[in-house]
């Protein structure tokens, strides 16, 4: 029996991730962790409403065998820098620390492409720190995926990004590793590095994100 928890659910990649996890036969049950309820069910889905800053919300959850992060926010739809960071950061931290607590052996997030504890980008310092923190939890196996700008469907209407995206597609292999990233590649290979679950802390890049999907 795997079991498997994901935060992240209802956003782009881990919407997409949720359902692959549910159609793969190798998870037997899928906990779907979030502040509010989905409407969306499954006989391999339970679904659990905990706050991410009290530790004590993971306490009745069955054992993970693996933990998946797929929170994310942007400064424009929170408001400040300091609510993306607890978002980005302190949410995914403690996800993973209650993860890890209840005996995750592996732990897989998305970060994001430029991903740097000590970049001068408030956005890729506070990537770059969480992966530097998950790392330090003491998982035997941890991998964060750094995609460049995400293609797929979103709910939430970001009309400069999608016009992003549209330029992105149309330039393509000019772009190397900063071509836009397939919501499905990040969530096959969230899933494939999980299964694969190789000793100590690794990084994947846009390209091999791509690379290895399928």
Sequence with gaps: MTTAWLAGGSGLVGGVLLRELLEDDHFTQVVSV????????????????????????????????????????TIRKVGSAEAFRK??????????QAARDKGARVFVHVTAL????????????????????VALLGFPSVYALRPSILDGARQESR??????????????????????????????????SAKAAAPGAHVIEAGEIVKGRG
């Excluded at 978002?87 to 993973?96: G, Q, R, T």
């Excluded at 430029?114 to 923190?133: C, M, Q, T």
């Excluded at 549209?166 to 919501?183: D, F, H, M, Q």
Aim: aromatic share 8%; net charge neutral; glycine share 12%.
């Design 34 to 73: 979030g502040r509010r309820g989905m409407a969306f069910q499954h006989p391999k889905l339970t679904q659990a409403v905990a706050d991410f800053s009290s530790p004590s919300g993971f306490e009745s959850l069955p054992p993970p065998d693996a933990g998946f992060g797929c929170l994310g926010t």
């Design 87 to 96: 978002v980005d950061h302190d949410a995914v931290l403690a996800f993973a």
């Design 114 to 133: 430029g991903a740097d504890p000590h970049s001068r980008v408030f956005y890729n310092s506070v990537k770059g720190e969480i992966e530097r923190d």
């Design 159 to 192: 009309p400069a990004e999608y016009l992003g995206l549209i330029v992105a597609r149309g330039l393509g292999p000019l772009l190397g590793r900063y071509r836009p990233t397939p919501v499905v590649a990040v969530a096959k290979r969230m899933i494939a």
